[in-house]
């Protein structure tokens, strides 16, 4: 891909005209540094040396920095193993089963050794092992990255491909277009004459416009390879921080005879890693910084582990567990001691011997001891209350629930060949309960590509195909209109309300074929950028219009107004068609629309452009235009001029700009098309569409020397005022513009993007968009996907110019807070409390509104509104918009970008998704999901998110149940045995339970349930907002689920006690011993856990019934192989079953009647909450699957609509909003034309033929 | 309609370029064809390459035939009521079958002690010289068809004491070689004579009450081979394993055994052996294998030697027999019943409310968003 272009690039070089831009622009981006003092350098803080173009003499110390090698990974060989299993036991439950290992060994332990060292061992390997091939694959991403090639000079002015890796600081290298800066660079030349370049930072802080970078004038004369081979210079800077706006630096350099020159380096000249070279050939940089000195690494924050709140709830349920282990583990103890302590036990329980003191745990003489020792062998026989088991089962459940998302066939893009990918697998669960999406702009919602697509000339608007939302919106009114008319016509037949209806969906009609004529037409015309299509400017059919002046001045605005310059296409010579490069997409979409309507800027000198222009006479002719100057656009002036001098030698100013500002500069003669456009524009502006207007005005010559002289003088002043003296000076030329029309611009979204956020809506997820770019751009956005809408209040928190300029903490803040306070009480009044709200946020006014005081009253504004936008935001700012939102309300968090500068966001939040589409891996690299599309996100959260998080809880309830049944069971043994720590089963049953016997149903509930099919859940976004609320992990479930357990635990032990004891269990007379009743007892845990699985689950394919009813046969197999051994293995149940239990009929009856009685309780409750308080999915389970059909399409229709959460942002509410506005026009028409018919003459007499006629 | 717009932006998409949009560019999607020919094969194959498409698989894509059970009011009705079905005639019966099992239990641990040591039992019962004979009489209630089983019953031991269930040697128990693995007998594991066999506190504390019953005078034949399991006499005590050195220490646990007699011969011995679960357990003693009537009286003969005394343990001699659920059992059948009749409450209840307030299935008015509407 990177050799491609690098290929293409080549070609093209030659073509390009040599410009120099510095003396086209006027404004500040070539500002001089401020001064600073540069006298510190040697001192602390500013020691760094580089020696230019002898990396040689950074081999050794003192000046030896690090390598460019970046390394991301957690661990090293060395280090994996101490760090990670330091992670591993920082758990609580990993330390208690390390403890209950060690103690394993000793003779206290009621089980063998390795049953109890294997499963830990498993656990903590499996997450060491996922830890380990996490930080693999960071290892490969920073292997690929470090392993990509720079060109660097090895002398003699020859420049050979080298991995960035090896780079050194004081390396010359040359960096290529569309290349990435393998580290921080100072600027040397480039390929255009005055050593500008130009820089995209999209990584860096999520701008997507280009910034400039311009190299010092002294080392302009470095344009050649070979003339690095006498390149020599000393660089002496500041040490290495995270600041990526400051520079500070001394560059000592110059020819033989003044060795010490020395020039003082800014900001400018310093090419940020990470950052990309754009519309520059090649540059030419010393490296300065390397590998983790770079801004961009030093700026990078450690991945944090992250775990889900799921599994974070589930250690209090542990904890929880764990007193109950203690409390019984204590009574345990107690009781032991009670016993053994009574003097007089020790005859009395004369068989016990208990003064022959063998066994320390029964020594009546040292009774604390005992009782310790007591309390421990009951920490490790109850410690299936804990089950350690668990976390193997989430472990592997989350494996596999991970694999599912990166198999599922939906979430694969074709176009890009890659899938949605789990990265860190724990935090599955997590998907299905996120209540805020935090959304970078660039790269995630939009494809960082404009498309030229509206246009508004001399007052009427072309290109104008109807917009999705009216499209929706009337086809929906279109049902809506039929039955109403048909309730009318039953009610009333006057012909009148007929003939009405029949227009308006003939019209509707007319507009739909239009709209799928504009489809069809948009395959065959393809340009990129240019999304146009309308007859009447295609195919220079605009040469017929009224006015073909206006139109030419508008096409010429087009075409001159840019600081574009074209590229020629190698490949496409034969249509002549051209492309270009600019400043900001925007103007390449112009200049593409311009040459699509046959003004083709063709070429451009340092004080020429030349359009290949269409005279209105049909003929297509070159013209040259002198560039006399070119007022450029900056944020504070919003609009851009060129003054150019015709053929003629007429002198024009071309202006494009803001709707705002071009119209409080307009003359009195230009306002004729003032009042359609400002229409225009707002429905673009709806839309989403980027809107510019495009003025001119006629320049008379001696006006114009005037001004030029004026002009000139403040170009030429140095210092502070220049800037402010040069917009004044603007300011005096740019007025008694006429008016020309405007134009969209469509900054494309991705594929479905708009449905996505709606669905999303739709499932009750807020989406905030935080993204670096300017307010308009982000409020455009807004509008296009649908997070804001016209009839919305919109909040805009900025900064006054007023506080701006006092630049005073107090009075920005005060500004602040009183914006935040009238909003609020907006938000609060009851008459607009249901209206939907917006608030847009300013990056600096976001800086004064996140500071420590105000932050509170912030968020709650922010929480309230149906959406909000936070502009101009900068990378940490992202993160801690992040952080603080998820403190303060404590809802679970999403954030997904693309970029660098969204990787703090991404970590911060509770999920973090990279989208991996676009090149720069840094976002992916930090994420816990990627995709390679957002809209993959709807399907992620709604149907694997809704699963997975109802998987894990429904998984681990199921879990703390069937630990709790089993273990205690084992405690309440001990009630019966004198609290002596014996155990009622033998040891395999132990390990069997949790190995064998249960485990496997219980994964495939974590894996393969499905409440509801993902069609339904799709269907049914409304389902999502269940997991929102979290009811299916909520402390009602975990204790009642303990409830259950404990009960269920009672009621298996009592009954089998009751029944079994005393008298005997078989015809033979025999009576039960403790192997009998202890496998007559574990019979019935296994068939009560493995049956209450088959309650729970509600998707059985061929899988769950295998594992279920496997693991009761595998308990039965395994006893009958197990009872076959020889005695000497398998001890008191030798033969157990084939001679003992099996035949007894009695076995057979109680184990039915226990499992039956255990499960009646929460049968009857599934019963009672299914009859009388059926949850969403229940209800909709019975819609879809109940045998009968007992609903017809049309309730299933019915509640797919009203399952949409009340909301306010996305497509649907939007069309929603639409039908609204349309029926009310619809009824003021009606009441219209009723009015105007009924008085009308015509009316009054068809109505009176037509009732003589009937006479 | 969203399909359809979906639609009109896959045709939107086909350039061949390849600067500034990566994305795009490996993989365009063309839709007419003589645009970029070239690019087309190449980003096809391309994306071919790369393409690390999941294969399509039911179980990947979670798409697997599957059951979905829905609780209906039938299913419901249908469970309730197969439990009824079911567990009513199984506790029928089982009562029955219980209620035809006769079962004698006689206490004699107060009734044989002398008066004159009432006060002080322990030193009766651990006194070796003390008269132990006991004679006492007891009624059949009811015809007992042969076999008729000699339980004794325990209260308040604790056979299932870690200490004591420990205390045993499995493998000194089955081979005669095996003598001295006396692992975890201890405080009974060896004697000044060697080691003892069997060793153990289970051993040691055997059983030592002997029961001779009389009927109308004549001996009533009690049988005590037969009474252990097949296993144990088979295979856990070895026919050539003799007791050696048993019961020769200074204290005296309980029993002792005939030297000269193997262990697996030993029943009484293998069957105290085998650990009660609970504190309060039977234990075969013997068989009769004649009929007994109703209200004929047993005359019986018993040595009083065990001492429970000093744990305040009750002794208990049982005369039993059995049905195919074993001996008497009423709660089994009782609870049965019970569960059945609550099954058959619950299923009529049911039917009942459905036949009069019946809920739709897949009732849309119980959806959360219809109910939150309502309520406001």
């Known amino acids: ?1255 | 309609m969203r399909t359809f717009a979906k639609d009109a932006f896959r045709g939107e998409r086909p350039w061949g370029d390849t600067v500034c949009d990566p994305w795009f560019s490996v993989h365009p999607q063309i839709t007419n064809a003589d645009m970029n020919q070239e690019l087309v094969t190449n980003g096809a194959s391309k994306s071919k390459r790369n393409s690390k498409k999941p294969e399509y698989s039911r179980f990947t894509q979670q798409e697997l035939p599957a059951w979905k059970p829905i609780l209906t009011p039938g299913w419901v009705i249908t469970s309730f009521l197969a439990i009824a079905l079911l567990f009513i005639p199984i506790g029928l019966v089982s009562l029955f079958a219980s209620m035809r099992v006769v079962e004698i239990v006689y206490r004699y641990d107060q009734d044989c002690v002398p008066e004159t040591y009432r006060d002080n039992v322990t030193s009766y019962i651990q006194n070796p010289l003390t008269n132990k004979t006991c004679i006492k009489n007891v009624t059949v209630p009811k015809n007992m068809e042969a076999p008729i089983f000699v339980y004794y019953q325990l209260d308040n031991f604790y056979q299932n004491h870690r200490r004591y269930v420990k205390s045993r040697s499995d493998k000194q128990l089955r081979n005669a070689g095996d003598e001295f693995s006396t692992k975890g007998c201890e405080p009974e594991a060896k004697s000044k004579a060697g080691p003892i066999v069997p060793c153990g506190l289970i051993a040691w504390s055997l059983f030592n009450d002997t029961y001779n019953l009389l009927i109308q005078d004549k001996v009533l034949d009690i049988n005590k081979k037969g009474i252990a399991w097949k296993s144990d006499t088979k295979d856990k005590f070895g026919s050539d394993v003799y007791p050696r050195n048993f019961q020769a220490g200074s204290l005296i646990g309980g029993g002792k055994l005939n030297e000269s007699v193997p262990l697996s011969e030993q029943e009484d011995l293998i069957v105290w052996m085998r650990t009660a679960a609970l504190p309060t357990f039977r234990k075969l003693y013997g068989k009769i294998s004649s009929d007994l009537k109703a209200q004929d009286m047993i005359t019986v003969v018993l040595e009083n030697n065990y001492n429970t005394y000093s744990f305040g343990g009750q002794k208990k001699l049982v005369l039993s027999t059995t049905s195919w659920i074993g001996g008497k059992n009423e709660f089994l059948g009782i609870a049965y019943l019970t569960v059945g009749g609550i099954c058959l409450f619950m299923a009529l209840n049911f039917i009942l409310l459905y036949i009069f307030k019946p809920r739709p299935l897949g009732d849309p008015s119980y959806l959360s968003w219809n109910r939150n509407t309502s309520r406001q």
Request: glycine content about 6%.
């Open chain 1, 1 to 1255: 891909m990177a050799t491609q272009n690098v290929e293409t690039n080549k070609k093209k070089k030659k073509k390009k005209g040599k410009v120099k831009w510095s003396d086209l622009y006027t404004f500040s981006c070539l500002r001089p540094p401020p001064p600073v003092n540069r006298s510190d350098f040697g001192h602390p803080g500013f020691s760094r040396v580089v020696f230019c173009n002898d990396s040689g003499m950074h081999k050794t110390k003192p000046y030896k920095y690090p390598t460019n090698d970046v390394s991301t990974t957690k661990y090293n060989v060395v280090t994996f193993l101490p760090k990670s299993l330091f992670e591993q036991f920082r758990r609580v439950a990993n330390l208690y089963f390390l403890l209950v290992a060690v103690l394993s060994v000793t003779s206290l332990a009621p089980f063998s050794p390795l049953s109890l060292i294997a499963p830990l061992v498993f656990v903590v390997g499996i997450s060491m092992l996922k830890e380990g091939v996490e930080d693999w694959h960071r290892f490969l991403q920073d292997l690929e990255v470090n392993s990509r090639k720079v060109k660097v000079h090895i002398g003699n002015g020859k420049f050979v491909d080298r991995s960035w890796k090896v780079l050194r600081v004081g390396d010359v290298v040359k960096v290529i277009k569309n290349e990435y800066f393998p580290s921080d660079l100072l600027l040397l030349s480039s390929s255009y004459e005055d050593g500008v370049c130009y820089v995209e930072t999209m990584n860096l802080d999520g701008e997507t416009n280009l910034k400039i970078k311009r190299c010092l004038e002294c080392t302009l004369i470095f344009d050649n390879e070979q003339k690095f081979d006498k390149f020599k210079a000393t660089i002496r800077c500041e040490d290495p921080n995270s600041s990526l706006y400051t520079f500070v630096a001394n560059l000592e350099f110059g020819d033989e005879d003044q060795l010490d020159s020395s020039y003082p380096l800014s900001p400018s000249q310093l090419l940020l890693r990470d950052s990309k070279l754009q519309n520059t050939d090649y540059v030419y940089g010393v490296v300065i910084f390397t590998g983790r000195d770079t801004k961009v690494v030093r700026n990078s924050m450690n991945s944090p582990s992250k775990r889900s709140r799921v599994e974070r709830k589930m250690d209090h349920v542990i904890y929880v567990l764990f007193f109950m282990l203690l409390l019984i583990s204590l009574i345990t103890s107690i009781g032991s001691v009670l016993y053994t302590d009574q003097p007089q036990t020790t005859k009395e329980w004369w068989y016990l011997r208990l003064l022959d003191d063998t066994d320390a745990s029964f020594d009546p003489d040292k009774p604390l001891i005992s009782g310790f020792l007591q309390f421990l062998r009951a920490l490790i026989l109850y410690g299936y209350l804990i089950p350690i088991s668990l976390y193997v089962s989430i472990e592997v459940v989350k494996f596999l629930q991970a694999m599912l998302i990166n198999n599922d066939l939906h979430l694969f893009d074709e176009m890009s060949g890659k899938s949605v990918e789990s990265r860190t697998s724990n935090l599955n669960e997590e998907l299905g309960q996120v209540e805020m999406i935090l959304s970078d702009k660039t790269g995630t919602l939009t494809c960082n590509q404009m498309e030229f697509r509206k246009c508004s000339i001399e007052g009427i608007s072309y290109g104008g195909d109807v917009n999705e939302i009216v499209r929706a919106a009337s086809q929906r009114m279109n049902i809506d209109i039929e039955s109403y008319r048909f309730n009318l016509d039953g009610a009333d037949s006057t012909p009148r309300d007929s003939i009405e209806m029949v227009e308006i969906s003939s019209d509707q009609n007319k507009i739909d074929l239009n709209a799928e004529k504009g489809i069809q037409n948009l395959g065959v015309m393809a340009i990129k950028g240019f999304n146009f299509r309308d007859d009447r400017l295609m195919n220079k059919m605009w040469l017929h219009g009224s006015n073909v002046w206006d139109m030419i001045m508008f096409f010429r605005v087009m075409a001159l107004c840019h600081t574009g310059i074209p590229v020629e296409n190698g490949e496409e010579t034969s249509s002549h068609k051209l492309k270009y490069e600019a400043e900001s997409p925007e103007e390449v979409t112009f200049l593409i629309a311009a040459q699509e309507f046959g003004f083709q800027f063709c070429r451009r000198t340092q004080s020429s452009m030349f359009v290949k222009e269409i005279d209105p006479s049909g003929f297509e002719v070159e013209r040259e235009y002198k560039l006399l100057n070119l007022l450029e656009f900056s944020s504070s002036r919003k609009r851009m001029s060129v003054i150019v001098r015709d053929e003629v030698g007429q002198i024009f100013l071309f202006c494009k700009g803001a709707d705002n500002i071009i119209f409080d500069r307009l003359g009195d003669g230009g306002r004729t098309y003032q009042h359609a456009t400002t229409i225009h524009l707002a429905n673009y502006a709806e839309d989403g569409l980027r809107t510019m207007v495009f003025a001119y005005r006629k320049i008379e010559d001696s006006e114009y020397e005037k001004w030029s002289s004026t002009f000139t003088k403040a170009k030429v002043t140095i210092g502070h005022e220049r800037e402010e003296l040069l917009e004044n000076v603007s300011e005096t030329i740019e007025k008694d513009l006429v008016l020309l029309g405007a134009v969209a611009v469509d900054d494309k979204l991705q594929d479905g993007v708009a449905e996505c956020i709606d669905k999303l809506a739709q499932a009750g997820l807020k989406i905030w968009l935080l993204t670096g770019d300017k307010k308009e751009t982000a409020v455009n956005i807004g509008f296009a996907c649908s997070l804001l809408r016209h009839d919305m209040k919109q909040f805009h928190l900025s900064l006054s110019r007023d506080a701006e300029s006092k630049n005073q903490l107090k009075a920005m803040k005060d500004d602040i807070l009183n914006q935040i306070e009238a909003s609020y009480q907006v938000t609060v009044n009851e008459k607009t409390k249901d209206d939907p709200l917006a608030l847009v946020v300013d990056g600096k006014a976001l800086e004064i509104a996140l500071t420590n005081d105000i932050r509170d009253r912030f968020l709650q504004l922010a929480v309230s509104c149906a959406s909000v936008i936070c502009c101009r935001v900068s990378p940490k700012q992202k993160a801690l918009i992040t952080r603080l939102v998820k403190r303060y309300t404590g809802k679970m968090t999403l954030a997904i970008g693309d970029g660098a500068n969204d990787v703090g966001m991404i970590q911060e939040a509770d999920i973090g998704i990279g989208i991996s589409g676009m090149e720069g891996m840094q976002a992916v690299m930090a994420s816990d999901f990627s995709m390679p599309q957002f809209r993959f996100l709807e399907r992620l959260l709604i149907v694997h998110g809704h699963w997975c998080y109802k998987r894990i809880s429904k998984m681990i309830l199921y879990f703390v149940y069937k630990n709790i049944v089993f273990g205690l069971t084992l405690f309440y043994y001990e009630l019966y045995s004198k609290f002596s720590g014996d155990v009622l089963y033998d040891g395999w049953y132990m390990v069997m339970f949790n190995l064998f016997l249960t485990s496997l149903p219980v994964i495939s509930l974590g894996v393969l349930e499905q409440d509801v099919s993902s069609d339904i859940c799709l269907q049914f976004p409304a389902l999502y907002q269940q997991g929102q609320k979290g009811i299916f992990f909520s402390w009602k479930r975990i204790i009642g689920w303990m409830g259950n357990g404990i009960l269920t635990s009672l009621a298996i032990f009592i009954l089998n006690v009751y029944i079994l004891s005393l008298s005997a269990f078989r015809q033979g007379g025999e009576v039960v011993d403790i192997s009998h009743l202890g496998v007559i007892t574990y019979t019935a845990v296994v068939w009560t856990v493995n049956c209450q699985i088959a309650l729970i689950i509600t998707h059985f394919t061929w899988i769950q019934h295998f594992f279920i009813w496997g693991s009761i046969l595998c308990w039965y197999i395994f006893l009958l192989f197990y009872g076959a051994l020889p005695p000497k293995y398998s001890h008191r149940e030798f033969g157990l079953l084939v001679e003992a239990v099996g035949p007894a009929p009695m076995y057979w009856i109680v184990v039915l009647f226990v499992v039956v009685i255990s499960l009646l309780p929460y049968f009857i409750y599934m019963v009672i909450q299914r009859s009388f308080y059926p949850m969403d999915d229940h209800v909709i389970q019975e819609m879809k699957y109940g045998r009968k059909i007992v609903v017809d399409d049309e309730t299933w229709l019915r509640e797919k609509q009203s399952s949409r959460k009340a909301t306010h942002i996305g497509f649907s509410a939007r069309v929603d909003a639409k039908i609204l506005h349309l029926k009310d026009q619809l009824h003021k028409k009606r009441m219209f034309i009723i009015k105007s018919i009924t008085s009308s003459p015509i009316r009054r007499s068809i109505t009176i033929s037509t009732l003589e006629n009937r006479d």
